[in-house]
């Protein structure tokens, strides 16, 4: 069964870097998001994206959070510069149509 | 805001029994989804349901929409060691798209 897979599996980096995760949706699928899960806690929405452009995005994804498809396979999310508070899993995830959305497996980002 | 809560919160059980969860919001869903999601990977979709009273099954799990449209639950018998795992329930945001709102989780831990 096709897969979402995001790389890397874990991240760490200090306070104030640049990251960027990095996501390849189910091929067919035209529709991404990126969600968050911080430790303990539920999964939230962070953005979605549609026909090379943001469609919605949630409170949490401020000025700091960009997304790009860069080309035909991979969509990323680019944290600009880090803070502690950005440590959590962070999920990508891709549907088409009115499928239900399919989630990779995650990226652990750890910030010190 | 969108607000699911999830009960009970954990759970630990014996290996061969049945378990019962529940997901309750104070608005109404026309679309109510089960997710179960492993130790250091994404939510996996469980079951759909898309109508008020349906009952649906997947194997051992069975989840029924409730027939108000504020609540829905989910029951698996017979649980077995892989049935570990956090349970969430998820519905679309309010006005439509595939956005998700993920509820507060319960924690099924079997023991052997």
């Known amino acids: 069964e096709p897969e979402v897979t995001q790389t890397p599996s874990h991240q760490v980096t200090q306070m104030g870097q640049e990251v960027i995760l990095r996501c390849v949706p189910i091929s067919n699928h035209l529709y991404f998001y990126w969600y968050r899960q911080i430790l303990g806690q539920k999964v939230e929405f962070l953005v979605s994206f549609y026909n090379n452009e943001i469609s919605e995005k949630s409170e949490i994804f401020d000025d700091q959070f960009s997304v790009e498809r860069p080309d035909g396979s991979n969509f990323t999310l680019k944290i600009r510069s880090t803070k502690l508070e950005d440590s959590a899993m962070y999920f990508c995830?891709?549907?088409?149509?009115?499928?239900?959305?399919?989630f990779g497996n995650g990226t652990r980002l750890t910030v010190t | 805001g969108q607000q699911l809560n999830q009960s009970p919160q954990s759970m630990f059980i014996q290996e061969g029994e049945d378990v019962s969860m529940n997901c309750t919001s104070s608005s109404i869903f026309n679309t109510w989804l089960w997710y179960k999601q492993d130790p250091g990977e994404g939510p996996v979709l469980l079951i759909a349901l898309y109508k008020a009273g349906e009952l649906t099954s997947n194997g051992r799990l069975t989840a029924q929409f409730g027939i108000t449209r504020k609540d829905s639950f989910l029951n698996i018998s017979a649980s077995i060691p892989s049935d570990v795992g956090i349970y969430f329930c998820a519905v679309p945001f309010t006005g439509g798209g595939n956005k998700l709102t993920f509820g507060t989780g319960t924690q099924l831990k079997v023991e052997l």
């Open positions: 995830a891709s549907r088409q149509g009115d499928s239900p959305l399919h």
